[in-house]
């Protein structure tokens, strides 16, 4: 069965530092990776996803995720946080299909917190 | 920029009762689906549906739940009789067909329903 681990619960960054939010997934084929960011009361929005190709994906609002397949890893980055991003971040995984089996798995999720 | 859009925000209702969740999904999409996130617990999946049925459904999605897509814009989501654990935020996403670059989904910013 698919799976995905989001090992930190909630990470605490200074505005301007690095970030590296860590994201291990299980899947028996070719996953296609995603990363979410949830802002309070707000919806699910994608950041940036990894179908196939470079292994190394931008994303919107400064992020970037690499895909290593040795480690089964799709760990987010962003060199430099901004205060507007703290937020709720989920890691999902899904079926390498384009087909009606979308069926996403989500990690737990990290909370992000910016101190200024 | 299209979106999925999901009407009530927010809503209570009593135990026992029905409710009708309401999504409305990106004109030119063809999947869709509805997931659901209890507080401080993982995004899960409950449903996928295409060309007018359900194409897959989770251990979640028992006879309490059921979907419609009643006319051309409109994707529905019906709890029969609400029961306590039922509260959560309920999540509308719609995907598109073709090429990889459609094969992401769109979620909605999702309706918060609490059972009392």
């Known amino acids: 069965a698919q799976s995905v681990t989001q090992p930190d619960i909630h990470i605490t960054v200074s505005e301007g530092a690095s970030l590296e939010l860590r994201c291990n997934y299980s899947?028996?084929?070719?996953?296609?990776l995603f990363w979410y960011v949830q802002s309070p009361g707000q919806g699910l929005q994608l950041l940036l996803k990894?179908?196939?190709?470079?292994?190394l994906v931008q994303g919107i609002k400064g992020f970037e995720a690499e895909f290593k397949r040795s480690q089964s890893s799709f760990n987010l980055r962003k060199p430099s946080v901004h205060w507007s991003d703290a937020a709720e971040y989920f890691c999902a995984v899904g079926p390498y299909s384009g087909g009606s089996n979308y069926k996403l798995t989500f990690g737990k999720g990290t909370l992000l917190t910016v101190n200024p | 920029e299209p979106e999925v859009t999901q009407t009530p925000s927010h809503q209570v209702t009593q135990m026992g009762q029905e409710v009708i969740l309401r999504c409305v999904p990106i004109?030119?999409?063809?999947?869709f689906y509805w997931y659901r996130q209890i507080l401080g617990q993982k995004v899960e999946f409950l449903v996928s549906?295409?060309?007018?049925?359900?194409?897959?459904k989770s251990e979640i999605f028992d006879d309490q739940f059921s979907v419609e897509r009643p006319d051309g814009s409109n994707f529905t989501l019906k709890i029969r009789s609400t029961k306590l654990e039922d509260s959560a935020m309920y999540f509308c996403a719609s995907k598109g067909q073709g090429a990889s670059s459609n094969t992401e989904a769109f979620f909605g910013q999702g309706t918060r329903l609490t059972v009392v």
């Open positions: 549906f295409y060309n007018n049925e359900i194409s897959e």
């Open positions: 990894y179908f196939s190709g470079d292994t």
């Open positions: 899947y028996g084929a070719t996953p296609y």
């Open positions: 004109s030119n999409h063809l999947y």
